[in-house]
């Protein structure tokens, strides 16, 4: 008998959905629209009905599913309950048990962020290794940390939030937590344009930043490193001294074989790993100095294939 599983990936616009075979081969992948409306009530039953249209259309019964794996923007514990997440509404409440009564399977859940870093070391740049950390550099700052090839969640599910991780003393602006001087202040994609934004009104310096009418990108101040901006590089700079200080922080307790970034930023490429890099060894633990620090493979699939793992594990 053929056996299958789903991976799925929640986002605050859309749910990303996978159907998979348990060697990891990809069946089918699509996306529903995540309706927030009423505290997100719609989310889960949505996600059922999607599922359920699937099995018909190919034909697979209940018994051949291992079960429905899913990341969640939000801490999720081991005994299925989610801790809170704003962007969907959602609050308290047992995902596991709520996701198996709409559809008769077995669920596992965890954050959206760790679930990407099982993705990656499962069938992306993190192949091979079983000590992996994974930073995802989006609007805000995640993170996933497997050691020994299992996710590490932590008491309520919040492990791995290296993006609230203290990196400045001297910060007036709040993050979104609420506390000051957080990585995600500086190495997200938001940022990094808060950063350029901010040298820009105390530099009077040429550069490209300045003339760009649609205003200023992540990506637009990484095109300008590779250009020898030197506003942009100043800007680089400082993205890559506090999220390399912090990786190095992270792998000096974690000891990762491989360190690992995804989302939106990652995609300017190789040269943020220079930036990184470059501060990551002066801080590293003698150990952990020379491990591969590297760009994650799986893109926004990352979330899905984790899923699935998450129901293979």
């Given at each position: ?73 939000g801490p999720v514990a081991s005994d299925g309950i989610i801790y809170g997440a704003v962007n969907l509404g959602w609050g308290i409440f ?220």
């Amino acid at each position: 008998m053929r056996q299958f599983c789903f991976g799925v990936d929640v986002g605050g616009t859309t749910v990303k959905l996978g159907l998979f075979q348990p060697d990891g081969t990809l069946v089918e992948k699509w996306e529903i629209p995540t309706v927030t409306q009423n505290s997100g009530e719609q989310i889960l039953p949505d996600i059922a009905a999607s599922i359920q249209e699937k099995m018909d259309h190919h034909e697979i019964q209940k018994e051949q599913v291992l079960g429905i794996g899913l990341g969640v923007p939000g801490p999720v514990a081991s005994d299925g309950i989610i801790y809170g997440a704003v962007n969907l509404g959602w609050g308290i409440f047992n995902i596991h048990k709520e996701l198996s009564d709409l559809t008769g399977l077995k669920v596992k859940a965890g954050n959206d962020a760790t679930i990407a870093a099982l993705g990656e070391m499962w069938q992306g740049a993190g192949r091979g290794y079983k000590n992996v950390i994974l930073a995802t550099l989006g609007t805000g700052v995640g993170g996933g940390i497997i050691i020994d090839g299992q996710i590490l969640s932590g008491f309520k599910g919040a492990a791995g939030e290296i993006g609230h991780m203290h990196v400045q003393d001297n910060e007036e602006e709040a993050c979104s937590c609420g506390n000051f001087g957080c990585l995600e202040q500086y190495a997200s994609a938001t940022g990094i344009v808060r950063m350029a934004n901010k040298i820009l009104r105390t530099s009077d310096q040429n550069s490209v930043l300045r003339t760009d009418e649609e205003g200023i990108s992540a990506k637009l101040v990484f095109d300008a490193v590779k250009k020898g901006d030197a506003l942009a590089i100043e800007v680089a700079e400082i993205f890559g001294k506090y999220l390399g200080t912090a990786m190095a922080n992270v792998a000096n307790i974690a000891d990762p074989e491989i360190i690992l970034f995804g989302g939106g930023v990652s995609k300017a490429g190789e040269i943020i790993l220079q930036y990184i890099n470059k501060y990551y060894v002066l801080y590293a633990f003698q150990e952990a100095k020379n491990i591969p620090l590297a760009i994650a493979t799986l893109g926004n699939d990352a979330g899905i294939y984790g899923g699935a793992k998450l129901i293979i594990n």
